[in-house]
């Protein structure tokens, strides 16, 4: 089982354009992530291709009786409908849909069908980079759910946020599309626009983000070394988990060392996941030796645990960043750190994905994505749809968590006007240092004051009105002062753990 565990072919996601998280694709998007919802870690199903089987797990198969009994009532279902049907119907879309059927019937995200071009697209999206808009997303209840946008990625950069649910691409409602039919509608090639109308919890109206394609790297370590109160701070920002991460991420750790790091910060916030090998390396690189990294558990409550193999602990304390949009692998990465390692763990509580899925080929060429195994952290807690919470929960500034503003073209928000955007800018504007004198969600002469001051300092058209234009650049704006470590909350606050 240990062998077949270690040929985790990637989270169940596909990577369109955007990354789609943790139920299985990324829609930026590749494919390749865990799918939990929605990341989730993912095993192929070996070598060849072919279905892998394990002997130690014992499942009992269906007796040939019970297989034939089955297998005549679909048939004559199959032949009632194709034959007697109002209209003619294609039998192989008719078969499609039986399959996808039966995995509907499971009540899981994970487990999905994909036809054979489907599946052909997967495969192919496993390259170096993709185009798309660099979000992992997943399907929940039906509806196609944000798990994370990638880092830097336009989906981050439109203001798209983890549980956001995608209701229409390009103005078509999407409703009743699989995952995998949705993603392909969202991702596309380099330059151009794709628009997507957005619930997103907590918020009344519905939203719009026109999002810009790009390429989207697949480079999963960044890393950086800070110094705050003349102590050295290695900086490991892992963006998900590939083939190669562990390697990178060994690499970045002995640089440091070198270096003479007096602390290590690991951060996997948007982090939806990947492969199960990568995430057990990096835990044989941080987690005491003898501790399990993660635990694997069957239909059956048989468990298999990894551990880590590490000699020496390292001389250095170690602190993790976590988020929302942390899924599956990260959430084993986090958990180990918790349990295992006794280091604090500093954000907020992860997404909860806690199961492992298996793409298994069918002889014309199409997958079936099944969920196989639960996994465990390390103390052996199942935080599927529980998520990881952190030891030390520290929220980002309300300004990160503030939804776009949505103005019509032609339409301004003006005095003495009352609605969510109108607070919602006023978030923005106080979060750009620009006093709106309140943020209740009316438009006052104090707002309108920090507006003309705010179009003034972008050289825009100075009016004191919020029309499109002023909308977007606050949010462009926003987007430049979130990544700016100084308010970082969460990333502070990881540096103030280490030079206590």
């Known amino acids: 089982m240990n062998a077949n565990l270690n040929k985790v072919l990637m989270p169940t996601v596909i990577v369109l354009s955007l990354l789609l ?65 109002v209209e003619e119907v294609d039998s192989s879309k008719l078969l499609e849909g039986a399959i996808s059927g039966m995995l509907e019937t499971l009540d899981d995200p994970y487990s ?60 078509e409602d ?47 370590v960044y890393s950086d070394l800070v110094e705050e109160n003349g102590k050295k701070i290695g900086v490991i920002e892992l963006r998900s988990f590939s083939e190669n991460t562990a390697e990178r991420f060994e690499e970045e750790l002995l640089s440091f060392e070198e270096q003479g790091i007096d602390g290590l910060i690991i951060d996997v916030r948007g982090n939806p996941g990947g492969f199960l090998q990568s995430v057990e390396d990096i835990g044989d690189l941080i987690i005491p030796g003898g501790e399990p990294v993660v635990q694997i558990e069957n239909r059956n409550g048989d468990r298999m645990r990894h551990i880590s193999s590490l000699e020496d602990t390292r001389s250095y304390p170690i602190v993790g960043l976590i988020n929302e949009g942390s899924a599956s692998a990260s959430e084993i990465l986090a958990a180990a750190l918790i349990e295992a390692g006794g280091y604090d763990v500093v954000g907020k509580t992860t997404f909860g994905k806690g199961t492992v899925q298996q793409t298994l080929r069918m002889d014309d060429g199409s997958e079936i994505k099944l969920t196989l195994y639960k996994w465990l952290t390390s103390a052996g807690n199942y935080i599927n749809e529980v998520g990881v919470e952190p030891t030390v929960e520290v929220a980002q500034p309300e300004f990160f968590y503030v939804s776009p503003i949505v103005v019509n073209e032609g339409e301004s928000l003006t005095e003495d006007v009352t609605s969510e955007h109108v607070r919602n800018a006023q978030i923005m504007l106080s979060g750009l240092g620009f006093d709106p004198g309140r943020e209740d969600g009316y438009f006052s002469d104090e707002t309108a004051s920090a507006v003309r001051e705010f179009q003034s300092d972008v050289g825009i058209d100075v009016t004191g009105d919020i029309d499109r234009d002023t909308a977007e650049r606050l949010q462009t704006e926003l987007v430049n002062v979130i990544q700016d470590r100084e308010y970082d909350y969460q990333f502070k606050k990881a540096v103030e753990l280490l030079v206590e």
């Open 21 to 85: 998280g943790a139920s299985g694709m990324y829609v930026g998007m590749n494919v390749w992530s865990n799918g939990d919802v929605t990341p989730v870690i993912e095993q192929t199903d070996g070598d060849n291709g072919q279905e892998s089987t394990d002997e130690s797990y014992g499942e009992e198969t269906p007796t040939p009786a019970i297989l034939d009994e089955n297998i005549e009532k679909f048939s004559t279902a199959f032949d009632l409908i194709l034959d007697r049907y």
């Open 112 to 171: 999905v069908y994909m036809d054979e071009v489907t599946a052909r697209e997967f495969m192919e999206s496993l390259d170096s980079s993709f185009e798309g808009i660099g979000a992992e997303v997943s399907m929940t209840n039906g509806k196609v759910t944000i798990v994370a946008p990638f880092r830097d990625s336009p989906a981050e950069d439109a203001g798209l946020r983890p549980n956001d649910q995608v209701i229409k691409v390009d103005g």
């Open 174 to 220: 999407i409703e009743g599309l699989s995952l995998y039919e949705a993603v392909l509608k969202i991702r596309g090639e380099k330059g151009t626009v794709v628009t997507l109308t957005i619930e997103r919890p907590g918020v009344n109206d519905l939203l719009e983000f026109d999002v810009v394609r790009d390429t989207i790297p697949i480079e999963t």
